[in-house]
């Protein structure tokens, strides 16, 4: 008889989008008269289409693929030479990584949940709270955790909670942990870390012999030039971090999948005689058995994103997004809300009135501005008492957002 992974077991079902589907079908059956009025801000999904230079590299790479001289079969595991030397040159050019440090992919979120692969069992695992979904869930799959309590908290995850008390930022743990998953700008408090938070952590993996898996997906939106994009600029970082970055939120490639993982040959594990390995060599074997490379034409549409004109148009979408955002926060501000994170990220998080949970806020403004946002205790306990509201949206859903929450004050 075949047996099964009983880890996958212990994952709680699918909770949050499922749970916000049903209560919006629920009030769109109820009140058929305003079904068209809902606006969703939940999903973290884009909503611009693909730059043009984009397109147009896609379309050629398409057609080389179809005429024999220019016909390419399968390509390079790791990501053709000609992305991954741009990548290099155009973000990070001063940072000393290597072009054969870069891992190309078909996505981040697959990236942060196969890089377990080259990690032994034992290890002890930090994740932020609130936090992306996958971090969590990729880790009851490889064993990593026991089970869940009613609250949703696995057994043997150290957990960081995040708040306004600490700013979004968590304390450094007291208890020695071995991966420490951080994603900044963060999904989904929209906050960022400064150059002294992200040196302390750098510090403690030193220190503590871990490795910081850090997830810059949204860096793209950073604004203010004091706040680091890369775990890279901090000193040390080379030693002990792992950084992923994709093409889904910048380039609006959600639906195209490409993205990469920043991995410096001077980081290693211990292996069980106790010798030092370099994980480069091991994500390189696990990427070279397991994947067969990123789509030619997706990989040239990629390289699109960093040419001069692909630059101004990936530009032009940030900027429409983070305006989005400021008139989200704007209009969050003047209902007397307090409101976190939108500045150098496409989320924006929000404080609960006093007695109101995630979800009632959820249902407030689904019922009296049929407007869709993310429950934060969806992401985690420490997100009970904020909702997320999401600026991937056009201008024209937005604007007509922050009338209703204007109404919602009257
Ligand atoms: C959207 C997102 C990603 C990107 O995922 P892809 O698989 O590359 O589309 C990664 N991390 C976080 C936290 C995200 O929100």
Redesign the pocket.
């Not at 992919?105 to 942060?112: F, L, N, P, R, Y």
């Not at 994709?246 to 939120?249: A, G």
């Given at each position: 008889m075949a047996t099964i992974n009983s880890n996958f077991l212990k994952l709680k079902a699918g909770y949050l989008f499922p749970e916000i589907a049903r209560r919006v079908k629920a009030y769109t059956e109820a009140n058929p008269d305003k079904a068209d009025r809902v606006i969703r801000c939940g999903i973290?999904?884009v909503t611009e289409p693909l730059p043009p230079s984009v397109v147009k590299a896609m379309h050629e790479g398409v057609d080389e693929m179809g005429c024999r001289d220019t016909f390419k079969g399968y390509g390079p595991e790791q990501g053709y030479a000609f992305l991954r030397e741009a990548i290099v040159e155009n973000q990070y050019a001063e940072l000393g990584i290597a072009a054969d440090e870069i891992f190309i992919?078909?996505?981040?979120?697959?990236?942060?949940g196969n890089i377990l692969d080259i990690f032994g069992a034992g290890n002890t695992i930090a994740i932020t709270d609130p936090v992306?979904p996958?971090y969590v869930d990729t880790n009851v799959m490889a064993g990593n955790t026991g089970d869940a309590d009613p609250s949703g908290a696995y057994a043997g995850l150290v957990y960081l909670p995040c708040n306004a008390e600490n700013d979004f930022s968590p304390a450094i743990p007291e208890e020695k942990v071995d991966l420490i998953y951080l994603?900044y700008p963060?999904?989904p408090t929209g906050t960022t870390a400064t150059r002294e938070q992200l040196a302390a952590w750098v510090k403690y993996a030193k220190e503590n012999d871990s490795v910081i898996l850090f997830?810059a997906?949204?860096e793209a939106f950073i604004s203010d030039p004091a706040i680091p994009r890369s775990i890279f600029e901090i000193e040390g970082a080379k030693d002990c971090a792992i950084e992923?970055r994709?093409?889904?939120?910048n380039g609006g490639?959600?639906g195209v999948?490409?993205?990469y993982v920043v991995l410096p040959k001077s980081v290693t594990g211990k292996a069980a005689d106790g010798s030092r390995v370099p994980l480069h060599q091991l994500w390189n074997r696990r990427q070279s058995t397991k994947f067969n490379g990123a789509s030619y034409p997706v990989q040239k549409a990629a390289a699109a994103v960093f040419s001069p004109q692909g630059k101004k148009e990936v530009a032009a979408l940030i900027e429409h997004y983070m305006g989005n955002a400021k008139l989200l926060r704007e209009a969050a501000i003047a209902l007397g809300l307090k409101v976190y994170g939108g500045e150098n990220a496409p989320y924006v998080w929000i404080a609960c009135p006093d007695g109101v949970d995630s979800w009632g806020m959820f249902d407030k403004m689904l019922n009296e501005a049929q407007v869709v946002v993310t429950p934060g205790s969806g992401f985690g306990s420490a997100g009970e008492g904020y909702f997320r509201v999401s600026a991937f949206n056009s201008r024209d859903n937005v604007e007509e957002v922050c009338r209703r929450l204007k109404a919602l004050v009257a």
């Open positions: 973290g999904d992919s078909d996505g981040s979120k697959c990236d942060t992306y996958v994603c963060n999904n997830d997906a949204y992923f994709s093409f889904s939120k490639f959600t999948r490409c993205g």
